[in-house]
């Protein structure tokens, strides 16, 4: 029966911990902190390289045999 104590005791220091690990983390906004700080400068980087095909160089045209509008 010790040991089902024991362990029971273990189980629930680990989910406390855990609960005050997650509650921090939600306190001071760290998860949106780091995607601020840390994820998005390097999705800007990699984005702003990219190559863009310029709207305004294409040719508008209607006069196609399937021109929809």
Known sequence: MK???KTLG???GILTGLYIVLF???WFDLDGK???YGVEP???NHYDKMKR???LD???RTDT???EY
Do not use: C, G, M, R
């Open 3 to 5: 040991s089902v104590w």
């Open 10 to 12: 273990i189980v629930f």
């Open 24 to 26: 921090l983390v939600f």
């Open 34 to 36: 780091a995607l601020f």
């Open 42 to 44: 390097f999705l800007k």
């Open 53 to 55: 095909k310029d709207p």
């Open 58 to 60: 294409v040719e508008y």
């Open 65 to 67: 045999e399937n021109y």
